[in-house]
């Protein structure tokens, strides 16, 4: 198996809405782009599937030095051989790299926010800085489209929060930020208990209508120069804020199950936004 086809795997088996985005992209530019999702994926995985934070860290400290080394010309891993040939051709930042990383030993050090500014800063780590290296890749001419990726990658990892809640809690984290919880008298045993409620509903309400309004503040960002070449932004931003509708009709039953579109749906709301221009 080629680096490549490694990464396009990955890519594939996470089943994720990213990935939908990614099949109308050029050929080189949808290599690299797979690559960078590989790269996130195998650095959040380590977080997700390994129990002992120790051990986490142990692995989060070899891609710090696996991307140092890709950096230098002497990558080892499938990941970083796909994505090196693309760093130089797209601009992409050793400091934008290893700050995905930082976000995700953020989560071995903290399962709980104070307020919105402290989630801001976690979700910069985790999403806005994929959305600069992703919107790097697709194609910037306009110092604004930089802008547009950071602040839709913050919605987008809203959106995540959202539909995650009841796993996240599960896991005995909450990304809800704990002035949040106290504004609406949801406590943290209602979210780790599952227990569904009135304020719980008026809570997720208040979350999902923020979010939307951050999609709203991207798009206003968007330089009209770049529409075309950013339109897997727009596509992946059209399947999430679907699936923000989704929970809002099914009454914001987050804590039982992961609401979620099927992939004909995925497909076609990408293939709408792609026609659209």
Same mark, same amino acid.
């Given at each position: 198996m080629s680096p490549d086809e490694y990464c396009q795997q990955k890519a594939a088996q996470s089943g994720s809405s990213f990935y939908y985005s990614f099949l109308f992209l050029p050929?080189?530019?949808?290599? $690299?782009?797979?690559?960078?999702?590989?790269?996130?994926?195998? /650095?959040?995985?380590?977080?997700?599937?390994?129990?002992? #934070?120790?051990?986490?860290?142990?692995?989060?400290?070899?891609?710090?030095?696996?991307?140092?080394?890709?950096?230098?010309?002497?990558? +080892?891993?499938p990941v970083t051989l796909a994505l090196q040939p693309h760093?130089?051709?797209?601009?992409?930042?050793?400091e934008h790299l290893q700050a995905v990383i930082d976000g995700m030993e953020m989560d071995l050090d903290q399962t709980r926010y104070l307020d919105f500014a402290g989630l801001q800063r976690y979700c910069w780590h985790v999403a806005s800085v994929v959305g600069i290296l992703s919107a790097s890749i697709f194609g910037v001419t306009q110092g604004g489209t930089l802008l547009f990726a950071e602040k839709l990658g913050l919605a987008f990892q809203l959106t995540n929060i959202i539909r995650d809640v009841g796993e996240d809690g599960r896991k005995g984290r909450i990304y809800l930020p704990v002035s949040e919880l106290q504004q609406?008298?949801?406590?943290? $045993?209602?979210?780790?208990? #599952?227990?569904? +409620?009135?304020?719980?509903?008026?809570?997720?309400?208040?979350? /999902?209508?923020?979010?939307?309004? /951050?999609?709203?503040? $991207?798009?206003?960002?968007?330089?009209?120069?770049?529409?075309?070449?950013?339109?897997?932004?727009?596509?992946?931003? $059209?399947?999430?804020?679907?699936?923000?509708?989704?929970?809002?009709?099914?009454?914001?039953? /987050?804590?039982?199950?992961?609401? +979620?579109?099927?992939?004909i749906r995925k497909l076609w709301l990408a293939w709408k936004t792609y026609i659209r221009g």
């Open positions: 050929p080189e530019r949808r290599r $690299a782009i797979t690559a960078l999702y590989a790269f996130c994926r195998e /650095v959040d995985d380590t977080v997700d599937e390994i129990e002992d #934070a120790g051990v986490a860290r142990t692995k989060l400290l070899w891609w710090r030095k696996e991307i140092a080394a890709m950096l230098n010309g002497n990558p +080892s891993h760093v130089a051709t797209y601009g992409l930042k050793a609406f008298n949801v406590t943290a $045993a209602d979210i780790l208990n #599952a227990r569904h +409620s009135e304020n719980f509903e008026k809570l997720m309400r208040f979350q /999902v209508e923020r979010a939307q309004r /951050v999609y709203d503040e $991207a798009f206003a960002l968007l330089p009209k120069q770049d529409r075309r070449a950013q339109r897997p932004g727009l596509m992946m931003a $059209a399947i999430y804020r679907t699936l923000l509708e989704e929970i809002e009709h099914d009454g914001f039953h /987050v804590l039982n199950q992961r609401i +979620s579109l099927t992939p």
